[in-house]
């Protein structure tokens, strides 16, 4: 080598020459040795790459609110061996800071950003950032960190995914619709980009359009109770008010139908109830399930002057049920199309995916809907969901013993014909029922436990479910049906069953569910309807079925619907949220 040059780069090349010698000493691979070679260069940084469990449970006993999610926590670490999951070397990973920004804008999603912030994951970041990438204090911090980071996830995902409560654990919310079964510690290796999904966990997403509408909406009325909300009409001396009056109330339901536009209260064609304003009444009338008529006064003033408080509390509850329903609304193994009944808006929806899409395309579409009545107030109809299986034709009325306790006993005391009147039999509860002769029995005694047969109303013209019932077996003996009331669709507020749904179409539904089965078409269903014989027809495939309770939804257009909570189900659903 030449003198000169080894004069001249004397410190570098000792340096080189020494580290020439160790790595020609360590051919065995000595990890020592090596880091030896890292720390002479000064490269050596301290970066912790897995925790354990013991680490995870002495960090959870010190946050109890980490607690709840103790099982996901370990289930997340055990599955990658304990390794760190937000952390590339000693440097976190991009969806760290994704995931803080999601907690800081928690509150668009109804949610509280305070209720995630358990620990104070910036300035525990801030502070590793300040340490130097070789100080050995470094390596505990990195593993709070990490911990928090995925703890603090679990505590907000399961809020944001699956619901602040739990409804199967809340008796009194009611809501027995399948389990939504996410598995968070599966999303959030989708988030660390350690394994692939169709849901859009990577951002932080909700899974239903139902949920994002909503949202949207929670964002307006926010912005509207900033500015102050909206004006309360005051009629004054006035009942109601009606197209071609003119008086000062004109004015504030002026102001109530356009929040934040300036009226000048002077201006006498302000005073005069004219058709523009007749047009935005009857909207509002139809965005809140009331007859459209044009009128204000009772339940549309009423509902006029529910506050924008109330409204925002409305939406927020009904973002709650969406986050309820499951991430998959179709299981697999069924035909993709769903059936939707809203038992707060009276009406029945069929959504199909014509183009049997990969879950990660699949858009829904409303391929049918008809109005519908529900139970009454005494006789709700159940929140839950299922799968229909059978179509039956010119069927019996299976009376529930409670009816007969309550209604066909006290009939029958009443009037002795009173059965034959209604063209009904008693029957034993067999697989093929023998008659039972009425007069045999006390029905004076008659309770719904003790009752040892079954009173069924044979196929006809009287029957209560009409010429046909689609059956989804369940718990609750409940189930779509026609009805000779038709009547009664006419109607804004349509609870009037004891239970099952009442189908205002009920022969576009058989058509539809039936359209694989070309045998039985329109005239072949007409045919045997009319034969007055009970016919059972088993689908090729089951379909998936909804009842669910909804107050607050966003229609195809982009408004904003409101409904009355007719089974109290709203208010005892506040008391969990809010109270």
């Given at each position: 080598?030449?003198?000169?040059?080894?004069?001249?780069?004397?410190?570098?090349?000792?340096?080189?020459?020494?580290?020439f010698t160790l790595a020609s000493c360590n051919k065995s691979g000595d990890k020592k040795e090596e880091g030896g070679v890292k720390e002479m260069l000064g490269l050596n940084t301290v970066a912790a790459t897995e925790t354990d469990s013991l680490y995870i449970k002495d960090y959870i006993g010190q946050h109890k609110q980490f607690k709840e999610h103790e099982d996901l926590i370990y289930q997340f670490y055990g599955d990658r061996e304990y390794r760190l999951g937000w952390f590339k070397g000693s440097d976190l990973v991009p969806e760290s800071e994704k995931l803080l920004t999601t907690l800081?804008?928690?509150?668009?999603?109804?949610?509280?950003?305070?209720?995630?912030?358990?620990?104070?994951?910036?300035?525990?970041?801030?502070?590793?950032?300040?340490?130097?990438r070789k100080d050995s204090t470094r390596l505990a911090l990195q593993q709070q960190i990490d911990i928090a980071?995925?703890?603090?996830?679990?505590?907000?995902?399961?809020?944001?995914?699956?619901?602040r409560i739990d409804p199967r654990n809340v008796k009194q919310v009611q809501w027995g619709v399948r389990n939504n079964k996410i598995k968070l510690h599966k999303a959030l290796q989708t988030i660390l980009k350690e394994r692939e999904s169709t849901y859009p966990y990577y951002e932080f997403e909700a899974l239903h359009k139902g949920y994002t509408d909503l949202r949207d909406a929670l964002q307006k009325y926010r912005e509207l109770e900033e500015k102050g909300g909206w004006a309360k009409v005051e009629l004054g001396n006035k009942k109601m008010l009606t197209k071609g009056d003119t008086a000062a109330a004109v004015v504030s339901l002026r102001q109530r139908l356009n929040p934040g536009t300036q009226i000048n209260a002077n201006d006498p064609a302000m005073r005069k109830y004219d058709d523009k304003l007749e047009a935005q009444v009857k909207a509002f009338q139809e965005l809140h399930g009331i007859v459209p008529d044009g009128k204000v006064g009772g339940n549309t003033l009423r509902t006029m002057n529910v506050p924008v408080e109330d409204r925002i509390?409305?939406?927020?509850?009904?973002?709650?049920?969406?986050?309820?329903?499951?991430?998959?609304?179709?299981?697999?193994s069924l035909d993709q199309k769903y059936i939707w009944v809203n038992i707060p808006e009276y009406k029945l929806y069929v959504y199909e995916d014509p183009n049997n899409s990969p879950e990660a395309e699949r858009a829904y579409k409303k391929t049918m809907e008809m109005n519908v009545i529900v139970g009454k107030t005494m006789h709700s109809t159940p929140i839950f969901s299922d799968r229909m299986e059978y179509v039956v034709l010119a069927p019996y009325w299976n009376v529930p013993n409670s009816i007969v306790e309550k209604e066909i006993a006290p009939g029958i005391l009443?009037?002795?014909?009173?059965?034959?009147?209604?063209?009904?039999?008693?029957?034993?509860?067999?697989?093929?029922?023998?008659?039972?002769?009425?007069?045999s029995i006390d029905w004076s005694s008659v309770t719904e436990k003790n009752f040892p047969y079954m009173v069924r109303q044979r196929p006809g013209p009287k029957n209560s479910l009409g010429t046909m019932k689609f059956l989804f077996p369940n718990e609750h003996a409940v189930y779509l049906h026609d009805t000779p009331s038709g009547a009664l669709f006419s109607q804004t507020q349509r609870g009037f069953s004891h239970g099952c749904v009442r189908l205002e179409r009920p022969m576009d539904l058989a058509q539809y569910v039936l359209k694989d089965m070309p045998e039985w078409n329109e005239s072949r269903i007409h045919e045997t309807i009319n034969g007055g014989e009970e016919?059972?027809?088993?689908?090729p495939k089951k379909i998936q079925v909804?009842?669910?309770?909804?107050?607050?939804?966003?229609?195809?257009?982009?408004?904003?619907?409101?409904?009355d909570d007719i089974?109290?189900?709203?208010?005892?659903?506040?008391?969990?949220?809010?109270?």
């Open positions: 080598m030449n003198p000169f040059i080894l004069q001249k780069f004397k410190p570098i090349g000792l340096v080189v020459l020494c580290l800081n804008n928690a509150a668009q999603e109804g949610l509280d950003p305070k209720e995630y912030k358990v620990v104070a994951i910036d300035e525990m970041i801030s502070q590793y950032n300040e340490l130097g980071l995925t703890a603090t996830y679990f505590n907000y995902a399961s809020d944001f995914y699956k619901g509390q409305q939406i927020m509850m009904n973002m709650e049920r969406w986050r309820w329903i499951p991430k998959r609304l179709v299981p697999k009443r009037e002795p014909g009173y059965l034959d009147r209604q063209n009904m039999e008693v029957v034993t509860k067999e697989r093929e029922p023998k008659q039972i002769d009425p007069s016919e059972w027809i088993t689908l909804y009842l669910v309770y909804f107050t607050s939804w966003v229609d195809e257009d982009g408004n904003v619907h409101f409904r089974y109290g189900h709203d208010k005892r659903l506040e008391q969990e949220l809010f109270s």
